[in-house]
């Protein structure tokens, strides 16, 4: 585990990408073959089965710390991380081991088939022999999540320099459904793979947010305006008689929407469509409640299927005849995909998303202010001239998002974050009045500064008037403008609405306590938007 | 009434009508060592030990400060007080507090274990004991100062063989002296911010043996010290003058880096587990050698560290702190 334990410790220790690839591809060209499987395996989310409880781990660990649970506990929340807060209580190891990693999985996945006895027996062994370094990994391996500033992409990147392979092809061997304990790093990695090909997506095209008038990106006939969807950017290839789906963070998703499979149907081979993955009824897009039920199913049951069915609103054709339309102009692209999709008959899963019409700018800010009407966030300004250009840059596309809703709300409860930011609060509740109680309505984590995290830590220490475990309730004092994007009746909250994507976008210090908004403001919003 | 009682403005004493480590300017203050949490500007007399009142001086200017140096007595009103070594930073003392025949200790900051340049911790028996606990949890463990030493070392000789400034954040004084002294001064040489450099200067005069550093003010030309090391106050390591130096890398040496979350937060390059406040097991251990059965915890983890205190048979309270802010962080 040494070597897997440098290769960790040279990823931790920098925060320059450059340094985390030449890392991780000299482990890959070094390390030994079944390892080099499995870190990927880690890397990408496929660990061992946990066979230890994270309870009896505490347990355990605390034994051994010499410490009560409770002290064990409170330490928990403080660190922000369970296998390094083991790692950390933990007396300094009698001798060093110097197993590798595919043998420390290996006794892993073995402590299935055991007692828990004999499990105990295993992870206190391995506790007293692993330097703090290799402890926290153990305790990673056994309690997963591993989440170490590794993505998926970098990894995919080390492994084209490493082996001289191509980096998309990478990718492509990576997804699926492969079992470490199965392959082998040549099958995985270096044996043919003639389906690469097929699959291989273009690189999003990523708009930038439009943060001025739209009257100076220029005329209006240049630009081309469409709304702006709230579901998932997808793209769907169809080559080789097969369909691939591709999300934007480049994760193949195929087998989650299997109603896209019908776009062979319709639409001939060696085609690539960009456009959003959106929940679809009634003949017209769905909230995105609805979508949001099939999203992180991997498998999809009949019943879901028939409730939140999904279609594809195709706004771009990427590929068309096998060629690789991306220097086409946005106006001739998307003369070919109106006329490609305009055939299709009114139950295909792919659609074409409309353009909105508009002669001035002014009239389609009028416009734009009704997209939430329209199930949509804003509007999409794409120039008709332009290509279809590669990850996120400036100039030929922007989107001019609604303005979020905003309410005032009296912040009630706080707990410190997690990891990068353990040791400051930072997750909040934040409540509404109802008469002259307080009614928690939403908890929000982010929108604030370093500084203004700081502040209101500094503030919440002083401030606490009752502790429950890592949370804590505080004076009702300080008021925050809470920005959203949508409002749903919830009967899982008690406030009786749930809210998407909840920030804190301003500290009101100038907002006396009792200016906060009320609940009777919340529905009235509930009403007008949900 | 109590040897000592806990004020809005800090630590009185009745018996002796004085303060120690007030927050706010009172008439008498006794201070435990010279960081701006504890020494704060505008009382109307300081006494300090001899070795403190240099630093302090520097930093407040021109105070009325009477010194007195570690174990002697002396007598103020009814109370008869001492300084005793804490081993924080040099100059930092306990203050035992006798007023018939009960003994109090207000500990300020301190570590346990002896960092070759401070005089080393002593205990001091007493019946109360007043202790901080800002690493009151059983998380926070030190590896010997040597193999720290040897992490920085070789962080440095990498740096320097890459053509690469190292930048190592730390506080200005204590630590920045400690960490000098921990350096191996054949891997290149050790460049200082002004901030640090004048407490140096302050340290060799009253006669404190440190290292040869070289002053990185506006005049100094990056390139004529390749393969440098450069001690630099945390907030000066994102600066202008830090961009200087070009081809960098940025470690911070503090306690709070033995948490992976906080590493992070901070974005250098390393962290380096290194603290002048006592660990888990050095609170608990200097705890013990009081023989005190009352214990007051402040400034730090208070509510979980007295709990535990108390689960394990002493009597134990929580003290409120003023908090120091950043600068507390830094400074462990």
């Known amino acids: ?530 | 009434m109590s040897v000592l009682t806990f004020t809005p403005d800090g630590i009185y004493c009745a018996a002796g009508d004085f303060y120690i480590d007030p927050w706010r300017p009172v008439p008498r203050a006794l201070i435990t060592h010279g960081h701006a949490d504890h020494a704060r500007w505008g009382m109307g007399n300081y006494l300090a030990s001899d070795i403190a009142a240099p630093v302090m001086r520097h930093r407040l200017g021109d105070i009325a400060l009477d010194t007195i140096t570690y174990g002697e007595r002396r007598v103020i009103g009814d109370a008869t007080v001492s300084f005793h070594p804490a081993g924080h930073v040099p100059g930092s003392a306990q203050i035992r507090v006798e007023v018939a025949g009960e003994v109090w200790v207000a500990s300020g900051d301190y570590k346990v274990v002896d960092d070759g340049l401070s005089t080393p911790f002593e205990p001091v028996k007493c019946h109360h004991f007043i202790t901080e606990s800002t690493f009151g949890l059983p998380v926070f463990r030190w590896q010997d100062q040597a193999v720290i030493a040897t992490q920085i070392n070789d962080w440095w000789a990498g740096c320097a063989a890459a053509g690469k400034t190292a930048f190592l954040g730390c506080y200005a004084l204590g630590k920045a002296q400690r960490l000098m002294s921990m350096l191996n001064p054949e891997i290149g040489p050790i460049l200082t911010h002004t901030a640090i450099e004048n407490t140096n200067a302050v340290m060799r005069d009253q006669g404190i043996d440190l290292v040869d550093t070289i002053r990185a003010d506006a005049d100094l030309t990056p390139k004529d010290h390749p393969g440098a090391l450069v001690l630099a106050p945390p907030s000066a390591l994102g600066s202008a003058w830090a961009r200087k130096f070009g081809a960098r890398e940025t470690a911070f040496a503090s306690g709070w880096m033995a948490v992976r979350g906080i590493r992070r937060r901070r974005a250098g390059d390393r962290g380096f587990v290194i603290s002048d406040h006592a660990d888990w097991v050095g609170l608990l251990s200097a705890i013990k050698e009081t023989r005190a059965e009352n214990i007051y915890v402040t400034h730090g983890y208070t509510d979980i560290f007295a709990r535990y205190l108390n689960a394990e048979g002493w009597t134990a309270e929580v003290v409120p702190t003023e908090f120091g802010g950043d600068e507390a962080e830094d400074a462990a």
């Not at chain 1, 300094?92 to 088939?113: C, F, K, Q, V, Y």
């Not at chain 1, 690189?203 to 930038?208: C, G």
Request: hydrophobic letters at 40%; charged letters at 30%; one cysteine or more.
């Open chain 1, 1 to 530: 585990m040494k070597d897997f334990a440098a290769l960790f410790n040279a990823i931790d220790q920098s925060t320059k990408t450059t340094v985390k690839v030449a890392a991780l591809a000299d482990y890959f060209a070094n390390a030994a073959e079944s390892d080099r499987v499995w870190t990927i395996a880690i890397f990408s989310g496929r660990r061992p089965k946990r066979a230890v409880t994270t309870t009896r781990l505490r347990e355990w660990a605390a034994e051994v710390a010499d410490i009560p649970l409770w002290l064990f506990e409170e330490a928990y929340p403080i660190v922000g991380d369970l296998a390094e807060t083991i790692a950390l209580v933990l007396p300094p190891p009698d001798e060093t081991s110097d197993l590798g990693l595919t043998r420390w999985i290996n006794t892993l996945r073995a402590l299935a088939d055991v007692e828990e006895s004999a499990r105990k027996v295993v992870v206190l062994e391995a506790w007293r022999t692993l330097d703090p370094t290799q402890r926290f990994l153990f305790n990673k391996l056994l309690t997963g999540g591993f989440r170490i500033g590794v993505s998926q992409k970098l990894m995919t990147r080390a492994l084209a320099r490493a082996t001289g392979g191509d980096e998309a092809e990478m990718a492509h061997r990576l997804m699926g459904d492969w079992n470490p304990a199965d392959v082998t790093w040549h099958s995985l990695i270096e044996a043919a793979d003639p389906a690469a090909n097929a699959s291989r997506p273009y690189p999003f095209y990523l708009a930038y947010a439009l943060e001025s008038e739209p009257e100076n990106l220029g005329k209006p006939e240049d630009w081309q305006a469409e709304w702006k969807w709230d579901g998932i950017r997808g793209q769907l290839i169809l080559r080789d008689g097969q369909h691939f789906v591709w999300s934007r963070g480049e994760e193949l998703m195929t087998n989650r929407f299997p109603e896209l499979a019908r776009a062979r149907d319709f639409i001939p081979d060696g085609t690539v469509l960009d456009g959003e993955i959106l929940a679809w009824g009634d003949g017209v897009p769905q909230n995105f409640n609805v979508l949001q039920k099939r999203i992180g199913r991997k498998t999809v049951p009949k019943k879901l299927l028939k409730d939140a069915p999904v279609i594809l609103y195709a706004y771009d054709l990427l590929e068309w005849q096998g060629q690789d339309m991306r220097d086409t102009a946005q106006k001739d692209r998307r003369a070919l995909l109106e006329k490609l999709c305009k055939g299709l008959p009114e139950d295909a899963p792919i659609k074409l998303s409309p353009t909105v019409a508009f002669d001035d700018w002014r009239a389609l800010a009028q416009t734009r202010s009704n997209a939430r009407e329209a199930q949509a966030e804003g509007l999409m300004l794409k120039r008709r001239d332009s290509p279809y250009l590669t990850g996120r840059k400036k100039g030929d596309w922007w989107k001019w998002k609604l303005d979020p809703l905003t309410i005032d709300a009296v912040m009630i409860y706080a707990q410190a974050g997690s990891g990068r930011r353990a040791n400051l609060f930072t997750d909040f509740t934040f409540a509404v009045w109802n008469g002259n109680d307080l009614v928690p309505f939403t908890k929000a984590y982010s929108g604030l500064t370093d500084e203004e995290f700081r502040k209101i830590t500094a503030w919440v220490k002083k401030n606490t008037v009752q502790r429950f475990g890592p949370v804590r309730s505080v004076t009702p004092h300080h008021v925050f403008e809470i920005a959203f994007e949508g409002i749903q009746a919830s009967s899982r909250h008690k406030s009786g609405v749930a809210l998407r994507f909840p920030r804190m976008s301003r500290w009101r210090r100038d907002k006396p306590l009792q200016e906060a908004n009320s609940l009777d403001d919340l529905k009235e919003m509930l009403k007008t938007y949900g």
